[in-house]
C-alpha cells in the first residue's frame, strides 16, 4: 500500500491511493491520447498522397515532432492549472463555465462517440479485410461488427 493507509491501520482514516505518475507514465498517457488509432486510420492514405516511401516517412516523423510539441503544451497545462477534469478545468480557468460546460457537451454527444465510431469502424474493416479477400467487406458486415464491438 505503500505510504497511504493500510487496511489494518485502526486510526479510523479512509483509504486511499498514492497520487503518484512519473515522467515516462505522463508521457505514454499523453503520446497514446494523441496518437490514439489514427496511426492505424491514416498510413495508407499518406502513402498514396505522398507516392513513396521515403516521403511518407518523413511525413510521419514530421507529425510526430508536431504531436511531440502538443503533448508538451499538454504537460505544461497540467502543471499550470493542477485541477482533475483536463479539458474541462483548463478551459474554465481560462474563458469561464459557459464555455467549458459547452464544451463537455459537445464532447458527450459528439467528440467522444464520433472516435469510438471511428475506431469501430476501422476495426471492423482490418477484421474484415482478410475473410473477404477477393472482395472489399460488405458495408453491413462492416458496419454490424462496428457496432457490435462498441456496444462489447
Known sequence: MGKGRSAGNSGGGAIELQ???GLLNGIAI???IIVGSG???SPRGVLQETGSIGLALIVWSLCGFLSTI???CYAELGTAIP???GDYAYIFESFGPLPAFLFLWVALVIIVPGGNAITALTFA???LEPVFS???PPPNAVRLLAALVICK
Open 19 to 21: 497520487k503518484k505518475l
Open 30 to 32: 499523453i503520446v497514446g
Open 39 to 41: 496511426i492505424f486510420v
Open 70 to 72: 502538443g503533448a508538451l
Open 83 to 85: 485541477k482533475s477534469g
Open 125 to 127: 474493416n482490418y477484421i
Open 134 to 136: 477477393t472482395c472489399t
